[in-house]
């Protein structure tokens, strides 16, 4: 399963000049579960999510209604919907991690931590990466975000 901490998007509301990098929640998270991969949202949440389907050579189906957007998308341009920023946006800094189905489930209840947990995918042998649409519909996800320049 994929889960998250926190909320994505609207970083480019100020949102990226005080966050707290959640290195408690990742110890916390590994004393609690086997965690399989993890990944700090700093890209974008599909970029990031790629970077680890990519190197675990597996693909993923995201839930969009899943994805937990956080409120100050809403004070953001409306040029791009607020899904659309939350998987893209880039330097949310919460953390991406696959973990097995039985384990999230063991996270959802015994997580006492401030900061919440959101399951908002399964990991999938296909190696691509979809959206489930909330009308059910899958389509291609793209590694939305930000990019790095390779020499």
Known sequence: MLMVTGACGGSLAGRHLTFEPRL????????????????????????????????????????????????????LPSDRTPLLRALSDGEDFELAFAVSPGDSAVLLQQWH???????????????????????????ELPPLGWTHAMD
């Not at 949202?41 to 675990?56: E, K, N, P, Q």
């Open 113 to 139: 931590e401030p900061t919440p947990l959101q399951v908002i995918g399964e990991i999938t042998r296909e190696t691509t990466c979809r959206l489930r649409e909330p009308n059910g519909s899958l389509r």
């Open 24 to 75: 408690r929640e990742a110890a916390r998270l590994v004393e609690l579960v086997d965690v399989h991969a993890m990944i700090d949202i700093s890209d974008g949440l599909a970029a990031d999510i790629h970077h680890v389907l990519d190197a675990s050579h597996v693909g993923a189906i995201l839930d969009a209604a899943a994805i937990p957007i956080h409120a100050d998308v809403q004070r």
